[in-house]
């Protein structure tokens, strides 16, 4: 029980946004998973798990999936296999939590999400316009966190070009180099057997990229989603006017926090003052506050 529960700090009470993504991934894949072995041991069919894959894998027909709306959802918290979820809880793991230095989980919440809807969109565009994917409409379905994490990896890349991680074998590589090669490897990948599943990651990526910029020009998307699910307080608190504009002035404004976005996407994280890193600390953990 104690593990359980040190596990349940640790997936839900964390106040990591990156953790909960991947407990509600895990905990999906964990369940299906015994259901298929159960499924195998006493039935020896594949009824249940062909039902599941039916129903909550996103798929490119259009009339399939009017009647099944919730899948363009339901998809992406779904793996077809350990591998694959084994490498987008990897890559959701180090980049997202690179994304919550910088901005917050809100916006992370907010990109993983419509980054999935993202690439569903262009995986369910693609097959029903291009000629290529005609004979495969109809039977095709997608799922995987692919288009939602390659939202989050390219989001990031576009926010710290410059920030440096260390790869096994290939040492320190700059993050956008890495959403470079990603974005090739989908694109150039479109003419394999995973056709779909690479237009939702490129989905995902192009959504990141845009979703950044925008930030960038003042523009936040994700203010609206924030603003819905800002809980009420339920207490009114009366506190010291003194102290109060004492705080407020302490407060970070928009336009130095932007400034040192701008800074951060022109030479990278590392060449931030003391001060600016105080700033940027000081302005996401008011925004994870509100």
């Known amino acids: 029980m ?6 349940k700090l640790k997936a839900f009470n964390s106040g990591s946004r990156v953790n909960v993504f991947i407990a509600i991934n895990v905990i999906v894949f964990l369940v299906l ?33 009017i009647k ?14 350990f591998f694959h979820l084994l490498f987008n809880m990897l890559c959701l793991y180090w980049l997202g939590n690179i994304f919550q230095e910088y901005l917050n989980g809100k ?5 993983y999400i419509t980054g999935g809807l993202a690439g569903a969109s262009l995986y369910i565009l693609s097959y029903n316009l291009f000629p290529a994917f005609a004979d495969y409409t109809l039977t095709s379905k997608a799922v ?23 790869l096994l074998f290939l040492g320190p590589v700059k993050l956008k180099w890495i959403a470079v090669f990603y974005a090739v490897f989908d694109f150039i990948s479109i003419v394999g057997p995973n056709a779909g599943g690479h237009l939702a990651h490129l989905g995902g990526a192009i959504f990141g990229y ?10 936040d998307w994700s203010k609206p989603f924030e603003t819905f699910f800002k809980p009420k307080p339920r207490l009114k608190v009366v506190v010291n006017n003194q102290n109060h504009e004492s705080k407020k002035q302490n407060k970070p404004n928009q336009l130095e ?9 022109q030479t990278g994280y590392d060449k931030l003052s003391n001060q600016e890193k105080e700033i940027l600390f000081s302005a996401s953990s008011t925004n994870e506050e509100n």
């Open 2 to 7: 104690n593990l359980f529960n040190e596990l």
């Open 144 to 166: 995987g966190a692919s288009a939602s994490v390659m939202a989050i990896v390219v989001a990031t890349a576009t926010l710290v070009p410059n920030y440096t991680i260390s």
């Open 257 to 265: 926090i932007d400034a040192i976005l701008d800074k951060i996407s």
């Open 68 to 81: 099944q709306p919730w899948s363009i959802f339901t998809y992406m918290f779904m793996h077809d296999g």
């Open 33 to 65: 998973s015994v259901a298929y072995v159960l499924q195998f041991l006493f039935v020896k069919q594949s009824i249940f798990s062909d039902l599941i894959n039916s129903q909550l894998a996103v798929p490119a027909h259009l009339p399939t999936l």
């Open 107 to 111: 916006k992370l919440t907010f990109l």
């Open 210 to 219: 845009l979703f950044i910029k925008s930030l960038q020009n003042g523009n």
